[in-house]
């Protein structure tokens, strides 16, 4: 290792930049110094030489001796936590809590410490420390500090110890499917998938086969311009909804509209368009829908209606009005707001604002939108606990969002320029991957008392039953690469993950609501330890379920993890139909992306498939001589084997799909979440064929069967 400078590492370690990591084969990687500097200047710490080093510490020491208490203290149920408060030398200092409902407690109790007074331009500071009680209740409380003439509050945020999973789930586990919804087309859809799709599919799914719920891919919004980004994974909000999932003629107002034959038209058009292609035309589609909203939104209101809008824009506040403000200028100046006027490149502006009075009515519609996603996906989860859905629909959230869009440009003060997320190389991914998503700052969310994360999960957890969060190991520490460089010369950054996950365990037992995790990749060990802990379900793929510590063959299924959401494949892999017939392989040899020869790797993945094959015909599963259909139906028989207490079947699983959904390395030479659910034969498939599909039915009751009157004994 060459020597680093030792202000630098110093340095780092104060803002959580780490100086060396361990890579996926446990070799022990040093981060170059201009990695270093280059992180700690997104986070506003100039550490070009050991000047500017010198004058950061001393900045930083400052800063915490300045603050009277900490931006954030969190506490869990059950436990007393115990946090510093400064006083100037020698003064008293009294302490109270004002909790979430009004409530004020006195006597918080201040705990024996000695820490030397600090300095600070002459005025001796001095450090206390006082305990929270282990009485108090879950919730966003503020805590008071008075000394002298001085007063001073902070948050207090009192979190779950545990989780678990809602009531109504019990000892029993449950099955559902995890579908891409803009690939599941009706006869009554808008050539993409719409959330009467989703209802239709959760009902069918429940009332005919006993699911328990349905995971559907992220929501969040997309652009409201050409082109609108495909990839669910990259949006340009993650707290608001893409309006392509809207089902028009679900709107109450559709039915006093006098134009309806024009939203027929509209409606036929885009499905004849659809039809004559093989892959999900986004564009032609919310072409033809917004001009159909846009009747819609003509229509006048009821007095209550109006009452039901007003109230909905209330309670999301500014968020929605710079979301709906950002759409309308999108559509002026383009979908970079990079390239916008630089007087319209921050939400703040006065020119923003005049030009908010100037396009009011443009600003409402999409206001409006926000607001009849809101009511549709209330219906699709009340629909889907109807039906017997004992979670319903399960929301996935992104890891981050477009640098260029909405999110990025209203909350870019709570954001790291310079800098995007991703992941370091691993044996997947030997080049590492750049998400090109900018991440959160950690200092500026504890300064912020977390507001910008709590929102974005309430939102996701409003009409919900659950939320599978990707890549919840950035809750942790995340891989930031400096703007410009590969990913192999970024670092990683650590966040309070007490304060992530236990936010996003309150706001989850707020909303009786469970949480998946999706842990897979380079992970801390410790880490799973963490989130079993804290109640939160994590996540086992069949593929990479391996006895990595003994033969390096299939896990044996009843060593498989019982807290966590258990399947065959994943929206990364190829479907199971696709991997069986080794066409992933194909995939990646015609697109250039193998590593090694295409002999090499077809032996490696009919290898692999073999060793599950043997595991599948030892625990009686499959017989010597089994086709495609018997091999699908004994994988996931397998899954029934595991104490896992969720399991999930993929609807391309269920209908026989050969087609990748996304293909990790590839943007346009591959149609990555284009991909229309399609049949064994490569032909799309319309959802109301998907109910009397032979393949689906006897995919759906074998997880029925695992899952049917099978309490699970007591968890540790």
């Known amino acids: 290792m060459s020597q680093m400078a030792p202000s630098l590492v110093d340095l780092a370690d104060r803002f959580g930049i780490s100086t060396a990591y361990e890579d996926w084969s446990g070799r022990r990687v040093d981060v170059p110094e201009a990695t ?25 020491e400052k800063a915490h001796w300045s603050r009277a208490l900490p931006p954030t203290i969190l506490g869990q149920a059950g436990t007393q936590t115990t946090f510093w408060v400064h006083v100037t030398h020698g003064q008293p200092a009294e302490v109270w809590l004002q909790l979430e409902d009004g409530t004020v407690r006195t006597g918080i109790r201040q705990v024996d410490n000695f820490t030397p007074p600090f300095d600070l331009d002459g005025r001796r500071i001095g450090e206390a420390s006082f305990v929270l009680p282990d009485d108090l209740p879950l919730g966003y409380h503020r805590a008071y500090l008075r000394s002298g003439d001085d007063e001073s509050s902070a948050a207090v945020i009192v979190t779950p110890a545990w989780l678990g999973v809602p009531e109504r789930l019990g000892a029993r586990r449950s099955w559902g499917l995890a579908t891409q919804l803009y690939s599941v087309r009706s006869r009554q859809s808008w050539g993409v998938g719409d959330l009467t799709d989703l209802v239709d599919l959760a009902v069918w799914s429940a009332s005919a086969h006993g699911a328990g719920y349905v995971l559907v891919n992220p929501l969040h919004a997309a652009e409201p311009t050409s082109p609108m980004e495909p990839s669910p994974y990259l949006p340009t909000s993650r707290r608001f909804v893409n309006p392509l999932y809207l089902r028009v003629e679900a709107i109450p107002e559709f039915a006093e509209l006098p134009r309806r034959g024009r939203v027929r038209r509209l409606r036929e058009g885009v499905q004849k368009h659809a039809a004559s292609l093989d892959s999900i035309d986004r564009d032609s589609a919310w072409a033809a829908k917004r001009a159909a909203l846009e009747l819609v939104f003509a229509v006048p209101r009821t007095a209550g209606r109006d009452l039901a809008f007003a109230a909905y824009c209330a309670r999301e506040g500014r968020a929605l009005d710079d979301f709906a403000t950002w759409c309308v200028l999108a559509e002026k100046y383009g979908a970079d707001w990079h390239r916008w006027p630089e007087s319209m490149r921050h939400p703040g502006a006065d020119s923003v604002a005049k030009f908010v009075k100037k396009h009011s009515a443009a600003v409402d519609f999409h206001r409006w939108l926000q607001w009849q996603l809101d009511e549709q996906l209330a219906a699709a989860q009340t629909q889907a606990i109807s039906a017997g859905m004992s979670v319903g ?13 909405a999110d990025a440009w209203a909350l870019q003060d709570s954001l790291a320029l310079g800098v995007s997320a991703g992941a370091p190389p691993d044996e997947f991914n030997q080049l590492g991957q750049d998400w090109s998503q900018p991440p959160w700052r950690p200092d500026r969310l504890d300064e912020q008392e977390y507001r910008p994360f709590r929102a974005l999960i309430r939102n996701v957890l409003r009409h919900a039953g659950g939320v599978r969060i990707d890549h919840i190991i950035g809750l942790f520490r995340l891989w930031w690469i400096p703007q410009g ?27 009786m609501a469970l949480v998946v995790g999706e842990d897979l990749g380079t992970v801390e060990p410790w880490v799973r330890d963490y989130l079993r802990a804290r109640g939160v379900l994590g996540t086992s793929i069949l593929w990479f379920e391996l006895d990595r510590n003994g033969s390096g063959g299939p896990l044996p299924a009843e060593r498989w993890r019982e807290y966590c959401l258990s399947s065959v494949t994943t929206h990364d892999l190829p479907p199971t139909a696709g991997y069986l017939a080794n066409e992933h392989v194909r ?9 090694r020869p295409v002999k090499q790797e077809l032996a490696a993945a009919e290898a692999e498939q073999a060793a599950w094959l043997a595991e599948l015909r030892r625990v009686g599963l499959l017989s010597k001589h089994a086709d495609e259909e018997q091999t699908m139906l004994a994988l996931h028989q397998y899954l029934g084997r595991t104490p896992s207490r969720l399991l999930g079947l993929a609807l391309t699983d269920a209908v026989g799909d050969k087609r990748t959904q996304n293909q990790p390395g590839t943007t ?26 032979h393949r689906a039915i006897t995919l759906a009751e074998a997880m029925r069967t695992q899952t049917a009157g099978a309490p699970l004994g007591t968890t540790c």
């Open 36 to 60: 270093l500097i280059a992180v700690l200047a997104a986070l506003g710490v100039d550490a070009a030489d050991e000047a500017k080093r010198n004058t950061a510490r001393a900045a930083h």
């Open 587 to 595: 995939l990646r040899d015609s697109l250039g992306l193998l590593t």
């Open 485 to 511: 460089q590969a990913p192999t010369e970024g670092t990683y950054v650590r966040y309070n993950h007490e304060a992530m996950i236990g936010i996003v365990a309150l706001e989850a037992y707020r909303a």
């Open 393 to 405: 629909i399960v929301h996935d959230l992104a890891v981050g969002v477009h640098p260029d869009g």
């Open 668 to 693: 346009d030479e591959y149609p990555n979440w284009r991909v229309p659910l399609s049949g064994p034969d490569g032909r799309p498939i319309l959802l109301e064929d998907v109910f009397n599909d």
